[in-house]
C-alpha cells in the first residue's frame, strides 16, 4: 500500500508523463499523416488473429539469429506479461487487504508466470546488452562507409542503452519489489521461487527496512514507466506499437514484390515516384517507426555483403531519425522538406546497387519494405529527372523499338525453335497452356538452349501448348525495376490486350521474373490469369504420369533458388522435386530456398555495370556453389543463367551450369 502522498504523487506523475507522452504520439501521427494514400481498416479485421499470432509468438523473427532471438523473446514475452503485472500493482499499492486475482488457482498461476518471466526478461535483456556493448557482432552495426544521419552512430547505443537500461532497471526493481514484500511476510512462497530465493538475502532486514525497500522498488518499477513515457515515442522501443501496426495494415499485396501501378492517365497527377519524403506513402512512413534497428535486411542484402554502398537497414533507420530531428517539425507542420531523398536517406550509388531480390523485405520481423522505397526512388530519378546509369539505355532502347531489353527484332523471335514442332497461337489457338518463352530464352544464344530443351519436355508429355511468337514481347520486368514506370505501363498494357484477346486456360514461364510480372502485376492493368514456373509444370507432369523419365546416377548437383520464384513467389519444393526424378543427388547451399542469395541480375542490374564494392555478386554466389562440391549448378531462371555461366567462365571452374529444363530433358527415354 502506498501512502497518501505517494498517492497522489503517483496521479500527478502520470498525468505530466501523459501529458508529454501525448505531445509526442501526435507529433508521430502527423508526420505519418504526410505519407501519400490511407490505410485501409478494413484489413485489420481479416488480419487480427495472424497479426496477434506473429505478434505474440515472433513467427518472423525465428528465421535468423536464433541464439539472439531466444534472448529477445525472453524479453518480448516477459513484457507482454507485465503489460496485466503493471496493472495489477497499480491496483493493489492503491486498495488495502486487495490482492490481484486473489489467492486461489489463477492469482497463483498469475503469480508464478510473473515471477518466472521476470527473471526470463533480466537474462534476457543482460545477454542482448552484452551482445550490443561488449560483443558488438559486426551485424548490428553498418560498415563505415555507408550513408548513415550524423545522429545514428552514437543515437543507436545512446537509444539501445536507455531501452536496456529502463528494462532491467523497471523489471529488476519489480523483482526485487516482490522479494521484499515476501521477506516481510515469512520469507517464502511457493508459486514466486525466483523472488522467494532472493527474499532469503533480507531475512535478517527489520520490518521498516522492508517496507521502505517495497516503497522503493515500487516507485523504481512503476515510476521509471511513468519517467520513460514521454521518451517512448522517440525511442526504438517504439516498434511495440508499430508492428502490430505494420501487420495489421500493410496494403494487400500478391508477393513481397509486387509494386503498385502509377496513373499515367490522370492529367492531375505532377508528381510520379518518389523525390521527397514526403511523396512515400503512408505504410513507408510507419515503416521508420517499426524499424528495430536490428540490421537484418542488412545482413541477408546481396549489395551489401559485396560491399556496396546500399544498406537497407540504413535506409529505415535514416528516415527515423529524419522524423525525429532534422525533417520531423516541417512534416509535422505540413511544411515540404526542402532536400530529396538521394540526399536525406540514401545515395544514387545505393539506389542502383540494389538487385531488387526481395531478402530485406522477406527477412524483417517487423513487416518492413525497403526494397520498396528504393524502387520508389528510382521511378522518381527516372521519371521526374531523367536520372539513371547511361548503360540501362541501351536496354530502355531495345524495348521501346523492339519490344525486348536485346534488341532482336520480333521476326527473329522464334529463330530458337526452327528444327522443332513449336505451334504459335495461331496454329493452335485453343491450347492446355500458353508457353510464354520470354525474351531471354527466345533470343539469347545460352538460354535458347533451356527452350529447346522445355520444347521437348512438352512434346514427351503430350502436352497441347502453343507460343505467342512473334506477338510475344517483354513483360517489361527490368523497365519497371529500373524505374522506368512509363515503359512498363505500355509493355503491360499491349501484353494484357494481347493475352486477354487469346484468353489462356493456363500460362507457364521459364522466367520467374516474367512468371512474377504477369501473375503479380499485371492484375492492376486487367489482367488476371493462372501463371506456373517450368519447374512447377514439370513437376505435375512428372506426378501425373505423363512424362517419364530414365534417370541417371547424375553427378552431384546443387540448386541455386531464383529470388523471383523462391522469396518473392513461393516456389521452393518443385525444382527440388524435379532434379531428385531425375536420379540427381542434391546437396544445399548454406543459403538455399527463401534464404537464397541473389545472382546478381535483378532490378535491372543484368543491364549495367555492377555498382563498385569488395566483389561482384555473381562470383559470390557461384563460390558458395563451388564449396558444396557439386559438379553442377542447376538454375531455373535465365538471368541466373547468364550469371553463373559467366561467374564459372571467370572462375575458370569445371562446374557445369543448367538449367532444370536441361537436366530433365537428357534424361528423356530415347524416341
Known amino acids: 500500500m502506498l501512502t497518501l502522498i505517494e498517492k497522489l504523487l503517483f496521479i500527478v506523475a502520470v498525468g505530466v508523463s501523459l501529458y508529454y507522452t501525448w505531445q509526442g504520439v501526435q507529433r508521430m501521427i502527423a508526420i505519418i499523416g504526410r505519407g501519400q494514400g490511407k490505410p485501409d481498416w478494413a484489413l485489420a479485421r481479416r488480419r487480427l488473429v495472424e497479426a496477434l499470432t506473429k505478434t505474440i509468438t515472433l513467427k518472423p523473427t525465428w528465421r535468423l539469429r536464433p541464439g539472439a532471438t531466444l534472448f529477445h523473446a525472453l524479453v518480448a514475452w516477459g ?45 534476457g535483456m543482460s545477454a542482448l546488452m552484452v551482445r550490443r556493448f561488449i560483443l558488438q557482432p559486426a551485424e548490428l552495426v553498418a560498415r563505415e562507409d555507408i550513408f548513415l544521419h550524423p545522429k545514428v552512430r552514437h543515437g543507436i547505443r545512446r537509444d539501445s542503452a536507455i531501452v536496456g537500461g529502463f528494462i532491467l532497471l523497471h523489471v529488476g526493481g519489480r523483482f526485487l519489489g516482490q522479494s521484499f514484500q515476501i521477506a516481510a511476510h515469512g520469507g517464502s512462497d511457493g508459486w514466486q521461487p525466483f523472488a522467494s530465493l532472493v527474499a532469503g538475502l533480507w531475512r535478517n532486514w527489520s520490518e521498516p527496512a522492508l517496507a521502505v525497500g517495497e516503497h522503493v522498488a515500487f516507485w523504481l ?48 497527377i505532377e508528381q510520379f515516384g518518389a523525390s521527397h519524403l514526403e511523396d512515400l506513402g503512408w505504410e513507408q512512413f510507419m515503416d521508420g517507426y517499426a524499424c528495430i534497428m536490428c540490421s537484418r535486411c542488412q545482413e541477408v542484402c546481396p549489395a551489401y555483403n559485396t560491399g556496396k554502398a546500399l544498406s537497407p537497414a540504413a535506409l529505415e533507420i535514416n528516415k527515423r531519425y529524419l522524423f525525429n530531428y532534422d525533417a520531423g517539425n516541417d512534416l509535422a507542420a505540413g511544411k515540404p522538406t526542402e532536400k530529396s531523398l538521394v540526399e536525406l536517406l540514401l545515395p544514387e550509388e545505393a539506389v542502383w546497387a540494389c538487385t531488387a531480390c526481395g531478402a530485406c523485405v522477406d527477412i524483417c520481423p ?20 531523367n536520372e539513371f546509369p547511361s548503360q540501362l539505355q541501351a536496354a530502355f532502347r531495345g524495348m521501346e523499338r523492339t519490344a525486348n531489353p536485346w534488341n532482336i527484332s520480333p521476326a527473329e523471335r522464334m529463330k530458337w525453335a526452327e528444327g522443332l514442332d513449336v505451334p504459335t497461337i495461331e496454329e493452335n489457338p485453343e491450347p492446355e497452356v500458353l508457353w510464354w518463352v520470354g525474351c531471354a530464352p527466345a533470343t539469347d544464344v545460352r538460354a535458347q538452349k533451356t527452350a529447346r530443351a522445355f520444347a521437348k519436355i512438352l512434346q514427351a508429355a503430350g502436352v497441347s501448348f502453343a507460343v505467342l511468337g512473334q ?53 492492376a492493368f486487367g489482367g488476371n490469369y493462372e501463371v506456373v514456373h517450368h519447374s512447377q509444370f514439370i513437376e505435375e507432369l512428372l506426378q501425373s504420369g505423363r512424362l517419364k523419365l530414365q534417370p541417371q546416377a547424375n553427378d552431384k548437383i546443387t540448386l541455386h533458388d531464383p529470388c523471383y520464384l523462391g522469396r518473392h513467389n513461393g516456389v521452393i519444393e518443385a525444382p527440388r522435386f524435379v532434379l531428385e526424378q531425375s536420379g540427381a543427388a542434391l546437396t544445399e547451399m548454406p543459403h538455399h530456398g527463401r534464404l537464397s542469395f541473389c545472382c546478381g541480375a535483378g532490378g535491372a542490374q543484368m543491364w549495367k555495370e555492377e555498382e563498385e564494392g569488395s566483389a561482384r555478386v555473381n562470383l559470390t554466389r557461384f563460390q558458395e556453389a563451388q564449396q558444396t562440391g557439386a559438379d553442377t549448378l542447376a538454375v531455373a531462371c535465365p538471368f541466373c543463367l547468364t550469371m553463373m555461366t559467366d561467374a564459372s567462365r571467370q572462375a575458370g571452374s569445371e562446374m557445369q551450369v543448367k538449367d532444370i529444363a536441361e537436366i530433365i530433358a537428357d534424361t528423356l527415354p530415347e524416341a
Do not use: W
Open 366 to 385: 517487423v513487416g518492413n519494405e525497403p526494397m520498396r522505397d528504393i524502387l520508389d526512388i528510382r521511378r522518381g530519378l527516372v521519371l521526374m529527372e
Open 221 to 268: 518499477a512503476l515510476g521509471l514507466i511513468l519517467a520513460f513515457l514521454p521518451y517512448f515515442p522517440k525511442s526504438k522501443h517504439i516498434h511495440l506499437f508499430f508492428t502490430p501496426l505494420n501487420f495489421l495494415l500493410k496494403p494487400e499485396r500478391r508477393s513481397i514484390g509486387e509494386l503498385s501501378a502509377l496513373n499515367f492517365e490522370n492529367e492531375s
Open 79 to 123: 513484457f507482454m506479461y507485465y503489460a496485466l503485472v503493471n496493472f495489477g500493482d497499480v491496483l493493489q499499492a492503491y486498495l488495502s487487504n486487495f490482492t490481484f486475482l486473489g489467492h486461489g488457482l489463477i492469482g497463483n498461476l498469475y503469480r508464478l508466470g510473473a515471477d518466472i518471466l521476470s527473471v526470463g526478461v533480466l537474462i
Open 471 to 523: 506477338q510475344e514481347q517483354c513483360t517489361g520486368d527490368s523497365a519497371r525495376r529500373a524505374g522506368n514506370e512509363y515503359l512498363f505501363y505500355e509493355l503491360a498494357t499491349g501484353n494484357v490486350e494481347i493475352l486477354n484477346e487469346v484468353a489462356p486456360k493456363r500460362i507457364v514461364a521459364t522466367c520467374p521474373h516474367c512468371l512474377h510480372t504477369i501473375k503479380n502485376e499485371y492484375p
